[in-house]
Each structure stands twice: as C-alpha cells, then as structure tokens.
C-alpha cells in the first residue's frame, strides 16, 4: 500500500537552530499538508499545499515557518529559528485530486525536540 | 470559527463491550468527516462520510452521520485489547477541495482484558 514517508523520524535541536523535516508524499497525489501535535494535544493544522503554492495556512504558520516542493517528489517543512514551544509531534498527510473519495494518508511522523 | 467537539474524552471498557463515540462540529461548508485512530504516531484512516444515514462498516467497527443534527458516532462493538487507541474525527470544511480538515481532541480509548 502506498505511504507517505517522512525523516527524520526523531530530531533533537538547540533553541534558534533551523530545522528542515522532510516528507515524500504519495506519488499521484496533488494536495500536501502539514499538521502539529503537541504531546498530549489535539492534531492542528499548519498548511496546505497545491499547485506548488501555499492554499491555506493557519495562525500558527508564521513567518518562521515556511514549505517546499523542491524537486516533485519531496515536501518540507522549515522552521527558520526554533523554540522551545516547536517542541511537537510533525505531521505529513498527503491526498489524491478531486473525484478521489477517500481521506488523507498520514506521514509517520517527526518528533521534534528543541532543548 | 469552525469547531469540531469530541465526547467523552476518555472511556475505559473491558473487552467485549460495545462503545460508542461521538463528535459534533459546528463549520462553514460542511465537506466531509473522518475517522482515525491513533495508536503510537500517525493516525490511521477508518471511515469518510460525507451523506447523511449512510452507515459505513468495517468489521466490528461502523460509523454514520448526520447532517441535519452535524453529528457522528464512531461505534466498537466486542472490543478488544487492540481497540485501545485515540479516536479522533476530523472534519473538511470550506470553499475549495483540499482545504485543511479541522481535527476534534479525540476520545482515548482503553479496553481492558
């Protein structure tokens, strides 16, 4: 079955580092989002991606955060300088196109740890 | 500001039980709503429904929904240890396909042997 695979699995950084969380989404999908949970929290939504654009984002996504499709296959997630309230679980989830009626494939996730 | 509202946030069974989940949302575009479950890490797809009183099965699991009451319940019948997970409910709410899903607390499940 196909899987949305995301590395690394674990990371551990500084406060003020930047850090780069990848992501391969299904092959033959065309929306790409990442969401956040904080241990013990709800799953949030961060952003949206089609069209090798932006198509939503919430209030968390801020200008520290930003995303890329750099070569057609992979997605990431940059957070430029880190806190300590990243600290969370890291999302992928990838879905098929319009007319596709099935639900998002999540990513394994990447815990983050900023110390 | 869409919200989606999952009840009890913790139930405890033992095995064998029948539990019953609910979620209700208040959106803006009502798209769809979907089921996971959530052991360790990433959640697991269960159930999309987008019709009203359309049961979806899958083994000892089904859901249903409805859209006049923007309700849903997710229902476990002769659970087993296994059962023991997060469930969360998600709803897609907006204009435009592919917009984000709007994900309830979960309700964590424990099933006791």
């Known amino acids: 079955e196909p899987e949305v695979t995301q590395t690394p699995s674990h990371q551990v950084t500084q406060m003020g580092q930047e850090v780069i969380l990848r992501c391969v989404p299904i092959?033959?999908?065309?929306?790409f989002y990442w969401y956040r949970q904080i241990l013990g929290q709800k799953v949030e939504f961060l952003v949206s991606?089609?069209?090798?654009?932006?198509?939503?984002k919430s209030e968390i996504f801020d200008d520290q955060f930003s995303v890329e499709r750099p070569d057609g296959s992979n997605f990431t997630l940059k957070i430029r300088s880190t806190k300590l309230e990243d600290s969370a679980m890291y999302f992928c989830?990838?879905?098929?196109?319009?007319?596709?009626?099935?639900?998002?494939?999540f990513g394994s996730g990447t815990r983050l740890t900023v110390v | 500001e869409d919200k989606v509202v999952q009840s009890p946030l913790s139930l405890v069974v033992h095995e064998g039980d029948t539990v019953t989940l609910n979620c209700s949302y208040e959106?803006?575009?009502?798209?769809?709503l979907l089921w996971y479950k959530q052991e360790k890490k990433a959640p697991t797809f269960l159930f999309m429904l987008?019709?009203?009183?359309i049961e979806k099965k899958s083994g000892r699991l089904s859901s249903i929904l409805d859209k006049k009451e923007l309700f849903s319940i997710l229902n476990i019948t002769a659970t087993q240890t296994g059962d023991s997970a997060v469930y969360l409910c998600a709803v897609e709410a907006g204009k435009n396909y592919g917009q984000n899903f709007v994900f309830g607390p979960g309700t964590r499940l424990s099933v006791l042997p």
């Open positions: 959106v803006t575009n009502f798209r769809s």
């Open positions: 092959s033959n999908h065309l929306y």
């Open positions: 987008t019709s009203s009183g």
């Open positions: 991606f089609y069209n090798n654009e932006i198509s939503e």
């Open positions: 989830a990838s879905r098929g196109g319009q007319g596709i009626v099935y639900g998002y494939t």
